[in-house]
């Protein structure tokens, strides 16, 4: 085995594989290594997975909710889980076959780092890189009273494994994880509980998007509980019996954990190979995605929330560029967002409570969509778009 790469990547998901291709694409000597499935989090158990469910989802709940169509509508929701695994294999095996079109190796296995240039590969020995580039993203938070069974109690990964429908479940947290399966579940006729511990959906968001999410949800038959955690639960055959912090009692067939997530940052030689970490695990980077190590980049959901696809995927392209010799920044105010919800929700830039603390004045400027002819025939008249600038200079 040839082991001296002029940039090594470690993790195959959008934060690692688009930064390995466009490194290629430069000129350099590539490889990545990826201990678990290409494609990452995204791929497996997140973008790709939801929304695929979301799809059926979606045409079901669209057909329902006009009162002039006649007859029973349903899912066989074990044929309905093995769709969207075939579509997650399709995508995860189209990621391999990209790497392997612009000549970048593939390692399968753990890496480590033994020191700034070097990487110990599980089962597979060293190999020399004049650069590194991480990208392990994060795996997902527990909470003590919620240890995911993967029977009753659920998080995003092994929620995707059961196959049959639940009568009823509580998902506990309301970012945009649990918003997306409280929306999908609800459509396909699951009771859907929401615990969120904030006192609004979507917390750090804009507010006008989080009070949207939950006129949504409500909408949908969504029982919305803020300010709320779970305060005792009692696990019976296939069911949870569970207390919540206001006194009230709810029995639910499955438990979604969705509160967040941790960084993959241990067992990876980062300390000893001198990449200094924030206080929660998350690796330091400045614009450039360059570590406090000259030689060692970082992108994605290591380096810190927030934790989307999409600015992984442009942080692993601005880490690959500087890795080849040139200089980019990242500017997050150019990368959009969207939560799969029904109507969507797309942004970009700062919120106005995000521009507030930037030291701005910000504006608004809000256009309700109820006049528009396509969101009355597809049921979002709810929706609407909104502009942020700052009232100094109209930008």
Not at 113 to 137: F, P, S, V
Not at 157 to 170: C, F
Not at 196 to 207: A, F, S, T, W
Not at 244 to 250: I, V
């Amino acid at each position: 085995m040839d082991s001296k790469y002029d940039l090594v990547v470690i993790g195959g998901g959008p934060g690692g594989y688009p930064g390995a291709i466009r490194a290629s694409q430069l000129g350099l000597r590539v490889a990545l290594v990826e201990a678990d499935r290409l494609g990452g989090e995204c791929t497996n158990y997140g973008c790709i997975p939801t929304k695929a469910l979301l799809k059926p989802a979606n045409t079901i709940w669209s057909v329902k909710s006009m009162k002039f169509v006649k007859g029973e509508l349903d899912l066989d929701f074990n044929e309905y889980l093995s769709w969207v695994s075939s579509i997650v294999e399709r995508i995860s095996g189209g990621v391999e076959m990209l790497l392997k079109g612009y000549g970048v190796d593939l390692y399968r296995g753990e890496a480590k780092l033994l020191d700034r240039n070097t990487l110990y590969i599980e089962n597979m020995g060293e190999i020399k890189a004049e650069k590194i580039l991480i990208a392990t993203g994060t795996n997902p938070s527990d909470l003590p009273l919620l240890k995911v069974d993967g029977e009753v109690i659920h998080n995003n990964r092994t929620i995707l494994g059961i196959r049959k429908k639940p009568s009823s479940i509580l998902i506990v947290g309301g970012g945009y994880i649990g918003v997306e399966f409280a929306s999908l579940y609800s459509k396909i006729g699951v009771e859907v509980h929401l615990a969120e511990i904030m006192p609004n959906l979507l917390p750090g968001m804009d507010q006008d998007l989080s009070r949207a999410a939950e006129r949504m949800l409500k909408n949908l038959g969504v029982k919305i509980r803020t300010n709320t955690t779970v305060k005792s639960i009692e696990k019976r055959q296939n069911e949870a019996h569970v207390e919540l912090s206001s006194g009230e009692r709810l029995s639910v067939e499955k438990i979604l954990v969705a509160v967040g997530r941790k960084p993959r940052s241990e067992n990876l030689g980062l300390r000893e190979a001198g990449v200094e970490l924030d206080e929660k695990g998350y690796i330091k980077v400045d614009g450039s995605m360059r570590t406090s190590v000259e030689n060692i980049y970082a992108s994605g959901d290591i380096t810190g929330p927030p934790l989307l696809a999409h600015r992984a995927f442009m942080q692993s392209l601005v880490a690959a560029e500087n890795a080849a010799g040139k200089k980019v920044l990242y500017d997050p105010r150019a990368v959009p967002s969207v939560i799969f919800t029904e109507p969507e929700m797309a942004f970009v830039g700062m919120s106005e409570e995000e521009a507030r603390r930037n030291g701005y004045k910000p504006k608004s400027l809000k256009m309700p969509l109820g006049g528009v002819a396509r969101a009355v025939i597809e049921g979002g008249e709810e929706g609407f778009a909104k502009i942020i600038y700052d009232e100094d200079t109209k930008q």
